[in-house]
């Protein structure tokens, strides 16, 4: 029995797949090219963040990164360059996290150093008493 080919379907579904991934291209253009709001919200709630754990004085450099990188994407984004003000942002929130991070560690440092001259202080009271 010979088999019996519809070339005219083959190629409608070739059509057809073109056609869904060029719609998927164009849709992905659409949506990288939307002002990325929500991103520099998010960087400033971040940096917000990094100031009240202590980022000014703890991690300045990277806390003044983060301002700076948000200020440029703000600009970024009246300047309607929206790849670059969501990269900025990004950035932004990256350095704005490190700062928080390393303000709260140092913060954790300096805690557990006064526990341990506490700790120091009450062994040689307690030597002193005992002798």
């Known amino acids: 029995m010979m088999e019996t080919t519809y070339p005219l379907k083959s190629?409608?579904?070739?059509?057809?797949?073109?056609?869904v991934v060029?719609?998927?291209?164009?849709m992905a253009?659409?949506?990288?090219?939307?002002?990325?709001?929500?991103?520099?919200?998010?960087?400033?709630?971040?940096?917000?963040n990094a100031m009240s754990s202590g980022g000014n004085e703890y991690a300045p450099t990277q806390l003044k990164s983060a301002m700076d990188k948000l200020d440029a994407a703000e600009k970024a984004m009246a300047d309607k360059n929206y790849d670059l003000a969501r990269q900025l942002a990004e950035q932004a929130e990256v350095d704005a996290k490190l700062a928080g991070a390393m303000a709260r560690s140092m913060?954790?440092?300096?805690?557990?150093a006064a526990v341990q001259e506490d700790i120091r202080?009450?062994?040689?009271?307690?030597?002193?008493t005992t002798k």
Do not use: D, F, M, Y
């Open 11 to 19: 190629n409608h579904a070739v059509l057809w797949i073109g056609a």
């Open 107 to 112: 913060k954790a440092q300096k805690a557990a």
């Open 22 to 26: 060029s719609a998927s291209i164009l």
């Open 121 to 128: 202080v009450l062994r040689h009271e307690i030597e002193r």
């Open 29 to 48: 253009g659409c949506v990288s090219n939307q002002a990325p709001t929500a991103q520099i919200a998010v960087s400033k709630a971040a940096v917000s």
